[in-house]
């Protein structure tokens, strides 16, 4: 059905995957779909979500609804999530988080001997793996300064078209352009043949990332404490009590020290939290 769907509809570039729907959809039940992804991940459809919506609509909605609602395999609410998420991402976005990683955060994880220099890092939200890809090349060159060290990046995403992805850690060569040439030469392989103009990670850096899918609404796995969480342009979509949710199970998943890192157009400051702000937009516990 999905398939139906995406056929019919308008892709609009610049809101990466989202769909938009051809034909009107009727208040009530977009309000059914807003509260179906509410329910299941979090995302606040806002009004002029839903003006787009109605603005392209689909004329079988109503089918589609009770569709996605009936399935019982979970498949279609899946796809249909992978549709409404905005994925934008990029290599090194907000630079200042990946420079104070570097120059403070690891530095600091280090002196303080944590877990025998071992180690987890978490980008919740890793989209297409842009994020934990430049998380894992900062830490291989800290790693190189400072033997002794040793990471995981557990990287994760509601969207498994945005995971399978990442996993393959395949990108076209505008979207490496702002790496350092010599990072650049050291993390990635040139494709050739057919996959001329595309990049590859290097297998040693790959195998530092456990990808999963992971919906930011579930509970948290009580075991393994993080020290370094990057939940970086997701919370943006969730309405304040889900970011408060959000938050408190960060504190708890973070280890006593551990760093939280959010986006820049987020802010933690309407929420309650125990949390000291090292910079703009990243916290330590
Ligand atoms: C705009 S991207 C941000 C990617 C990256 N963190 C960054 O800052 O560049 C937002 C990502 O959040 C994911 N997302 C949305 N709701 C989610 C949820 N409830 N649980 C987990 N991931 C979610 C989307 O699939 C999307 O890949």
């Not at 079988?60 to 796809?79: C, H, L, M, P, R």
């Not at 943006?236 to 006593?256: E, G």
Request: charged share 25%; with cysteine.
């Amino acid at each position: 059905m999905i398939g139906k769907i995406k056929e019919m509809a308008n892709i609009d570039p610049s809101l990466g995957t989202s769909i938009f729907f051809s034909v009107k959809i009727s208040d009530s039940l977009f309000k059914k779909f807003s509260d179906l992804i509410y329910q299941k991940a979090g995302i606040y459809l806002k009004p002029e979500k839903g003006k787009r919506l109605r603005a392209c609509g689909f004329t079988s909605f109503a089918e589609y609804y009770n569709y996605v609602t009936q399935d019982k395999s979970g498949i279609e609410i899946v796809n249909l999530l992978d549709c409404i998420s905005t994925n934008f991402t990029s290599f090194f976005r907000e630079q200042a988080h990946f420079d104070l990683l570097d120059s403070h955060v690891l530095p600091s994880l280090m002196d303080r001997g944590k877990r025998n220099n071992e180690i987890l890092l978490w980008s919740a939200a890793c989209s297409s793996g842009e994020e934990p890809y430049s998380m894992a090349i900062i830490l291989e060159e800290f790693v190189n300064k400072n033997p002794g060290l040793r990471y995981t990046i557990k990287a994760t995403d509601i969207s498994t078209k945005v995971l399978a992805h990442a996993q393959r850690g395949v990108y076209s060569k505008d979207k490496v352009t702002n790496i350092p040439k010599q990072l650049l030469k050291k993390y990635f392989q040139k494709g050739v043949g057919k996959s001329e103009g595309f990049v590859r990670i290097k297998g040693n850096v790959r195998s530092k990332i456990i990808f999963k899918r992971f919906n930011l609404m579930d509970e948290f796995p009580g075991h393994n404490p993080c020290d370094v969480v990057f939940c970086r342009n997701v919370m943006i979509y969730f309405n304040r009590a889900t970011q408060q949710k959000l938050i408190d199970k960060f504190y708890q998943v973070l280890s006593p020290d551990g760093y939280l890192f959010i986006g820049h157009s987020e802010s933690l400051a309407n929420l309650k939290h125990n949390f000291k702000q090292v910079a703009a937009t990243a916290y330590c516990k």
